[in-house]
Nanobody, 126 residues
């Protein structure tokens, strides 16, 4: 089991950069694949990026590919989402997530993850 605590929310302008952090305060982070999702009011939570437990496999939503980078530092039990060239449509509550195995699940689906952070608000003005 793992508990995820997020930080890094911010009020940004279009074109800015922001890094979100996700710290595993319980459990061994290196045992888990991780993902980032986002959600806006009235919409379903959507996939942003995913990274395997040993950081050798990454996945990105087309909407963020080339602008966002997912990474992790297992020694610090921390995952990151570096967001560059922010756009107003990137504004959302961002959630980190973790799961022990992607076997039999879709790494881009909410249901593919067992543990979730509390969410952090990212606001982007034009």
């Amino acid at each position: 089991q793992v508990k995820l605590v997020q930080s890094g929310e911010g009020l940004m302008q279009a074109g800015d950069s922001l890094t979100l952090s996700c710290v595993a305060v319980l459990g061994t982070f290196s045992n888990y694949h991780m993902g980032w999702f986002r959600q806006t009011p009235g919409k379903e939570r959507e996939f942003v990026a995913a990274l395997s437990r040993n950081a050798d496999t990454t996945y990105y939503a087309d909407s963020v590919k080339g602008r966002f980078t997912i990474s992790r530092d297992n020694a610090k039990n921390t995952g990151y989402l570096q967001m560059n060239s922010l756009k107003p449509e990137d504004a959302a509550v961002y959630y980190c997530a973790a799961v022990e195995s992607w076997y039999g699940v879709n790494w881009s689906s909410v249901g593919g993850y067992a543990y979730w952070g509390q969410g952090t608000q990212v606001t982007v003005s034009s």
